[in-house]
């Protein structure tokens, strides 16, 4: 069936969405809806493409890709986010199934607590809900450099500063802060894209309060160690 591009507008944003595969009515299954920040769709070509018997939805949040603010705002919030997506979740037909990754994962969560009939089965992958650690002054504190990396210094310098930030190992200690910046880097991802926009606008920490939907609530899986 291919690829159909839709645009919703509301009041403050044109969001562009994309919807890959056959119709709901004829796969048979939920609509698959995928979400990731601070990435467009285009990050999840390669993936949508292998679920040929069933719809999936894309989308570019708000300030990304082609979807145009008109708020005059740069900063993002779980629930304006979640905001956006039960928006195209109501134009499309719901519940969906819903694969989020990173900071759309954060998204995610904050959508099932607010709209918990959006969803019927959700993947949420690697939530940065740093609020939620032990170490949550450290872990936001090293946050926070990463974006003042990307303010101060450009994409190259910001990117660096998350890659050492995500693959750092336990709690964030004063050896972590002691470090030299890291080099630049310039990173591709296999849709031949930049993962990252050039001056990204993270989706902000979620703050413990919500309640999740008790159809919801199941502890996470540890993923296997990596096979180096």
């Known amino acids: 069936m291919g690829m159909r591009t839709h645009l919703l507008k509301t009041n403050d944003v044109d969001l562009a969405y994309d919807v890959h595969g056959p119709s709901p009515a004829e796969g048979g299954h939920r609509p698959l809806f995928m979400i990731g920040q601070p990435m467009d769709a285009s990050g999840f070509r390669a993936l949508a493409a ?32 979640a905001g956006d997506v039960h928006a195209i979740i109501e134009a499309v037909g719901g519940p969906v199934d819903m694969f989020a990754s990173s900071g759309g994962a954060v998204t995610a969560l904050a959508l099932v607590a607010a709209h918990p009939g959006d969803v019927h089965t959700l993947v949420a992958h690697e ?3 740093m609020p939620l650690l032990p170490d949550a002054e450290a872990a936001l504190r090293a946050r926070a450099g990463v ?31 002691a470090q030299p ?12 894209g930049r993962r990252f926009p050039r001056r990204p606008a993270p989706v902000g920490p979620l703050m413990g309060g919500q309640r999740l939907p008790p159809r919801h609530r199941r502890p996470p899986r540890r993923p296997p160690p990596p096979a180096w």
Do not use: C, N
């Not at 679920?51 to 304006?80: A, C, W």
């Not at 910046?181 to 031949?192: E, F, L, M, T």
């Open 181 to 192: 910046a890291p080099r630049p880097r310039r990173v591709r991802h296999a849709d031949g």
């Open 50 to 81: 292998r679920f040929t018997d069933r719809t999936v939805i894309t989308y570019d949040p708000r300030g990304l890709g082609r979807s145009v603010r008109r708020d005059g705002r740069d900063d993002h919030t779980p629930e304006t986010q």
């Open 127 to 129: 939530p940065p809900v």
């Open 147 to 177: 974006k003042k990396a990307y303010d101060s210094k450009g994409w190259g310098a910001g990117m660096a500063a998350f890659m050492g930030l995500t693959s750092w190992q336990g709690e964030f200690t004063d050896d972590y802060f």
